[in-house]
């Protein structure tokens, strides 16, 4: 019989994803029946994964449950968007009030002053916010702005960096990005990024960055790296943009406060909706007031939905009655305590796995060589992504299929618990053929040199 040892990874990911199509026949017919109306079945590509995603009806709290009847662990949360969890009651209840006053008022109301207003205060650089509909459209404003601002065109971004659908530095397909004339630098490269923006004075127009790569990795940007955007920005004239729509739930005050670094523009999006589509970007009152429609040089920023009636109640609801400052700690430390788990279980079992991130933001990546940049993140094998995916998806986990994961509010204790025994049943059984796979193992032995990993 065939064991796991002389399987490749690429025939187990395949064996796994053969239990995963019986498991899930609603699905799969839901899924070809969607074809028909939507190209892949869906609207948004992060949801696709082969053979073909389960559709979800229903979430409560931290779970999650899908046409099979098959209940999970949500520890994606919509990419780090349910931070609430899937039913929090201050937020349901915020968003049913809002339904009962009226939607699409279209004229300023009290929530979003008061939403506007404690975003002010949370988030030290941000002086003056706007409201938009999505975090991509938050960083196209943003990108604008400094455009607009400074006269020149050029935008610094980072390889590994997304920040939405036509700002996206992910991957080799870069066909439907805004045509910015994009300058792409590797992350974490402080000297290289200094020479990059002290090159261009007159032609760059801002840098943006996320603070941690989130999509790219999870992996935190070093203080030098964002230190060196900081001050040759500022030596330069050019704007310093943080992508924020990830990484503002690490800190009460986002990842700027903790690294005691501060953007002149900073985007956000996801979580601080309280669920709800939503996008923003703010900062230095001198760059935002350039959206006073009472100044004769005002320019202009439109949106039908941008101070929606439910986003407005439900982010407002959230970033003040749920997400205090010691609750956003409390999330963070249960965060850093679950990787720290995660990456004891692959240490103790001699698996090449690490778990990248910070605080509730994690990823997990099949490799030993440390992961410091996009490109380092090509060291695991897409075969072992698919593979732990699959696993984890039959095990009633719901994570990304590029591993990654990240903590809500709704996870107590015991689904932490569940999760690291979970992978430590999925390293034991795969550390072998993930062990044979990784780079080092194919240039120097075959797989039965391993000494890794327990038969299944
Ligand atoms: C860092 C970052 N920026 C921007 C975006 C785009 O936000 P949205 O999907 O709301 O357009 C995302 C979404 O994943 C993101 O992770």
């Known amino acids: 019989m065939t064991t796991v040892q002389t399987r490749t990874l690429q025939e187990l990911a395949t064996d796994a994803a053969t239990r995963y199509a019986a498991a899930n026949p609603a699905s799969e017919a839901s899924f070809e029946r969607s074809t028909r109306f939507l190209p892949g079945a869906d609207t948004r590509t992060v949801n696709h994964y082969a053979p073909f995603p389960v559709t979800i009806v229903r979430g409560v709290g931290a779970r999650l449950y899908d046409l099979d009847g098959h209940e999970y662990v949500d520890f994606l949360n919509d990419h780090t968007a349910g931070l609430y969890g899937h039913s929090n009651p201050t937020i349901q209840a915020a968003i049913a009030g809002a339904a009962k006053d009226g939607l699409t008022l279209g004229g300023p109301t009290p929530n979003q002053q008061r939403f506007a207003e404690l975003i002010c205060g949370r988030f030290p650089s941000v002086e003056r916010v706007r409201f938009t509909n999505s975090g991509t459209e938050a960083n196209l404003m943003a990108v604008s702005l400094a455009r607009a601002v400074t006269g020149r065109g050029g935008v610094l971004v980072f390889d590994g960096g997304y920040h939405g659908g036509p700002l996206t530095f992910t991957g080799p397909d870069r066909r439907l990005n805004v045509p910015f004339p994009w300058v792409v630098g590797q992350y974490n490269d402080a000297e290289a990024a200094r020479s990059m923006i002290e090159e261009q004075p007159d032609r760059l127009a801002c840098v943006l960055v996320e603070p941690m790569l989130g999509g790219g990795g999870c992996i935190p940007g070093t203080r030098a790296f964002l230190g060196a955007l900081r001050d040759a920005t500022q030596r330069s004239g050019a704007l310093l943009i943080f992508d924020e729509v990830q990484t503002s739930r690490l800190a009460p005050g986002g990842l700027q406060e903790v690294l005691g670094i501060h953007a002149d523009l900073t985007t956000f999006g996801k979580y601080l909706g309280g669920g709800a589509s ?27 939905h941008n101070n929606n009636a439910l986003t407005m109640a439900a982010g407002l609801a959230g970033l003040r009655d749920v997400l205090t400052p010691a609750t956003v700690r409390r999330l963070n430390d249960r965060g850093d305590a679950l990787r720290d788990a995660l990456n004891g279980v692959a240490a103790r079992l001699h698996v090449p796995a690490l778990v990248t991130g910070r605080g509730s933001i994690m990823t997990v990546h099949f490799q030993r060589a440390p992961v410091r940049c996009h490109g380092d993140t090509a060291a695991t094998p897409q075969a072992a992504r698919d593979l732990f995916h699959l696993e984890m998806l039959l095990a009633g986990f719901w994570i990304a299929r590029r591993g990654f994961m990240s903590v809500s509010l709704a996870h107590d204790d015991q689904d932490c618990d569940r999760l690291v025994a979970a992978f430590e049943v999925f390293l034991e059984r795969y550390g072998t053929a993930i062990e044979s796979a990784s780079p080092r193992a194919r240039s120097t032995a075959g797989p039965s040199r391993s000494p890794y990993g327990r038969h299944p």
Request: net charge neutral; glycine share 14%; no cysteine.
């Open 278 to 304: 939503f996008g923003a970007f703010g900062g230095r009152a001198e760059l935002m007031d350039r959206f006073d429609p009472r100044r004769p040089d005002h320019f202009s920023h439109a949106g039908t």
